[in-house]
């Protein structure tokens, strides 16, 4: 079974981590997730969504053996390559939405915070990476720092602080928070505005 799914609906491309119950991130995955965002590029979609199964996490970051360097540098080669499909993305002009339920943390954050748009159920955590726990180095080093400041990047790494949903909008990093018990008529609605005026809210 795949651990990344793709689906089409309503020109907008959603890609699902489905990992279950934290979708946390292995090489593998990333791998996936990459192919499917350079197939992306050869289509008509006019708006990518990346979001996890399940309730309890949107990506809660990696899973790999804490001491296995030869894992951890896989890990960072299919990173690095993500980004740069990602960036392909933009450069199509193609906005880039991450749909975070439950659990942003570490890598799930960073990644999360690389869409151009993060919009978040009101139950929603986010925790960025530790300062040696890094995965995507352009979302520590560019992508987060624009968001909530440099400052508040480095602090928050610092202290492994977990943050609400409503927190994470009020620094920046969330664009929308949607109360959960109409979080998918919501957010279908607001998809589709975005898919239509194909910017960021």
Known sequence: MSNVHVRSHKDILWLILDKPPLNTLTAVILDKLNAAIHKT?????????ITGTGERAFCAGVDMPDDDERHRQDLLRAAKETEAALDQLRKQHVPLVSLVK??????????????????????ALFRLPAVNARVFSSA?????????????????MQ??????AQEAMRLGLAH???????????????LVMLATIGSPV
Do not use: K, M
């Not at 659990?103 to 159920?121: H, P, Q, T």
């Not at 202290?159 to 609400?164: D, K, V």
């Not at 959960?180 to 919501?186: G, K, P, T, V, Y």
């Open 159 to 164: 202290s492994g602080e977990t943050l609400t």
């Open 102 to 123: 439950g659990s942003a943390f570490g890598a799930g954050c960073e990644l999360a915070a690389l869409c151009d748009v993060v919009i978040a159920r009101d139950d």
């Open 176 to 190: 929308q928070v949607l109360p959960a018990h109409h979080f998918l008529s919501d957010t279908e609605e607001l």
């Open 140 to 156: 520590v080093s560019t992508y987060l720092p624009s968001l909530i400041s440099q400052e508040h990047t480095t602090r928050l």
């Open 41 to 49: 590029l050869q289509r008509s979609s006019r708006l990518v969504v």
